[in-house]
């Protein structure tokens, strides 16, 4: 068995002990910046999707952040996905407190007079029958 001789090193040419833990403190920085931004991007992500849900109920999403101090840890699983219970449990606690944040419903027109129609044009209206309209109790 043949050992293995290190090559000595002249101590000037030899790396320093501070320098190679600056080294490895600044890596430990870097890393630590990427993971912070993986995570806001994460946050975002899922902030985003936890909106998506509720538009349909609130009609700012982001009003259930803002107004409704909700976390976003509470909204979200164990497995990283949107909890429907606790979003709706949130959501509805916010709309109890504040119903005026409610999404609207559209207002239906009705019929406004535009468009084709199918089936006999309604009948000509005279003025005489107008009045006898009137008449009638």
Known sequence: M???IEPVVPAEEAPS??????KWR???REAEARLEAAESRTNALLRR????????RLA????????GAAELASLISEDDTVNGEALDTAVG?????????AAQQPETWGDVGQGGRSGPPPAEITMA???KAARRP
């Open 129 to 131: 029958d107008a009045f």
């Open 93 to 101: 606690e916010l709309l109890v407190k504040r119903p005026g944040l």
């Open 60 to 67: 700012e999403p982001s009003d259930l952040f803002e107004l």
């Open 2 to 4: 043949a050992e293995q």
């Open 49 to 56: 999707a936890v909106e998506s849900r509720v538009a349909d």
């Open 26 to 28: 600044t890596k430990l």
């Open 17 to 22: 002990a501070n320098a190679e833990a600056a």
